[in-house]
């Protein structure tokens, strides 16, 4: 017999997939989908990188996000006002997804899981990407569409016209 996620522990369990999601692709999809495996309740946490600039909102990836996955039941999309850790305590969450398509993710995400462990004892879980969508990376998905190229089959319905308002409106307003 086949039972949900939280049969063995007797509760609900709560995973945290963050990221910046600029743009969402079907690559987190997967790994949204994925983890509904394992985890009862998936929050997808829309987080701004101080590395980075993003191309997008927060407004709009929240709302790009929970497009994506309104079909998903047990998904739920929120924005990461300061430190992840402290989202995941707030959360209740007891882990958090990391997305993994290869041997450079697994390097730059290890020492954040570490860390997020030492502050709180989160563990993180780790999937492996479908090979299949292996090659999309939001970063990937921009510098294609900025080149003219299109991705509507690296992202959801609705994202890549989303991302190309932003293109244009980013070329106006550098000229």
Same mark, same amino acid.
């Given at each position: 017999?086949?039972?949900?996620?939280?049969?063995?522990?007797?509760?609900?369990?709560?995973?945290?997939?963050?990221?910046?999601?600029?743009?969402?692709?079907?690559?987190?999809?997967?790994?949204?989908?994925?983890? $509904?495996?394992?985890?009862?309740?998936?929050?997808?946490?829309?987080?701004?990188?101080?590395?980075?600039?993003?191309?997008?909102?927060?407004?709009?990836?929240?709302?790009?996000?929970?497009? !994506?996955?309104?079909?998903?039941?047990?998904?739920?999309?929120?924005?990461?006002?300061?430190? $992840?850790? @402290?989202?995941?305590?707030?959360?209740?969450?007891?882990?958090?997804?990391?997305?993994?398509?290869?041997?450079?993710?697994?390097?730059?995400?290890?020492?954040?899981?570490?860390?997020?462990?030492?502050?709180?004892?989160? @563990?993180?879980?780790?999937?492996?990407?479908?090979?299949?969508? !292996?090659?999309?990376?939001?970063?990937?998905?921009?510098?294609?569409?900025?080149?003219?190229?299109?991705?509507?089959?690296?992202?959801?319905?609705?994202? !890549?016209? =989303?991302?190309?308002?932003?293109?244009?409106? =980013?070329?106006?307003?550098? @000229?």
């Amino acid at each position: 017999m086949v039972r949900g996620p939280s049969y063995y522990r007797g509760r609900v369990t709560i995973a945290v997939f963050p990221g910046s999601f600029d743009p969402i692709t079907r690559g987190h999809l997967d790994v949204v989908r994925r983890a $509904l495996r394992f985890a009862d309740e998936v929050v997808v946490a829309i987080a701004n990188n101080a590395g980075k600039a993003p191309l997008l909102s927060i407004e709009t990836r929240l709302e790009l996000a929970r497009e !994506a996955v309104q079909h998903l039941p047990g998904v739920r999309v929120e924005a990461v006002p300061g430190l $992840l850790v @402290e989202f995941c305590r707030a959360a209740d969450a007891d882990v958090i997804v990391k997305g993994l398509r290869g041997g450079a993710d697994y390097d730059a995400e290890m020492p954040m899981a570490l860390m997020n462990r030492h502050l709180t004892g989160i @563990e993180t879980v780790f999937v492996i990407g479908d090979p299949a969508l !292996a090659h999309i990376a939001s970063s990937l998905v921009r510098d294609v569409a900025r080149n003219s190229g299109d991705i509507e089959d690296l992202v959801p319905r609705g994202v !890549a016209a =989303a991302v190309c308002r932003a293109l244009g409106a =980013a070329r106006t307003t550098k @000229e």
